[in-house]
């Protein structure tokens, strides 16, 4: 079976306040398949983390439905929500959630929480998604590497 690495990360300028998520794919080598972010409007921190790991779970999808994926997050309450070991109270988040789970099949998905400067390449990509739009752009990333 092909694995599959997703780094996510989510953030917002403010909270709520303009947010964005990044999300990069590794190959089961390491290697760098797709880097992705996009601005998402305003939104909370926990929405744009959410957002990141659906966008990952999406490009995998398209890439290869049958993979294994490990979701690498450094938010705590995504990893311990999708995992199933915490309550989905709030209801905007309990909406994402659904879609994260219906995006890839939920038994081919695990998700490990990181340290921040363990998923610096996924940060990195919502600053450059937010930047591009304070400089007027739309914010959206999609590098295909491989």
């Known amino acids: 079976m092909t694995r599959f690495v997703i780094e996510a990360d989510g ?17 089961e080598t390491g290697r760098v398949v797709v880097e992705a972010a996009e601005y998402i409007g305003v939104a909370t921190n926990n929405i744009a ?8 779970l999406r490009i995998v999808g398209g890439l290869d439905p049958t993979a294994h994926v490990e979701a690498r997050l450094d938010s705590k309450l995504v990893v311990e929500q ?16 659904l879609e994260v789970r219906a995006a890839f099949p939920v038994t081919q998905v695990t998700y490990q929480w990181v340290p921040r400067e363990s998923n610096k390449a996924a940060d990195a990509l ?11 752009g739309t914010g959206a990333i999609n590098r295909r590497l491989c």
Do not use: C, F, Q
């Not at 953030?11 to 190959?27: C, F, I, L, Q």
């Not at 070991?85 to 959630?97: F, M, S, V």
């Not at 919502?126 to 007027?136: K, P, Y």
């Open 126 to 136: 919502v600053n450059e998604s937010l930047d591009d739009v304070a400089r007027g």
């Open 82 to 97: 999708m995992s199933s070991r915490w309550k989905i109270k709030h209801p905007d988040i309990r909406t994402i959630a």
């Open 11 to 27: 953030g917002s300028r403010g909270n709520p306040g303009p947010a964005a998520y990044g999300t990069v794919v590794r190959d």
């Open 49 to 56: 983390e959410y957002s990141g790991v659906l966008a990952g």
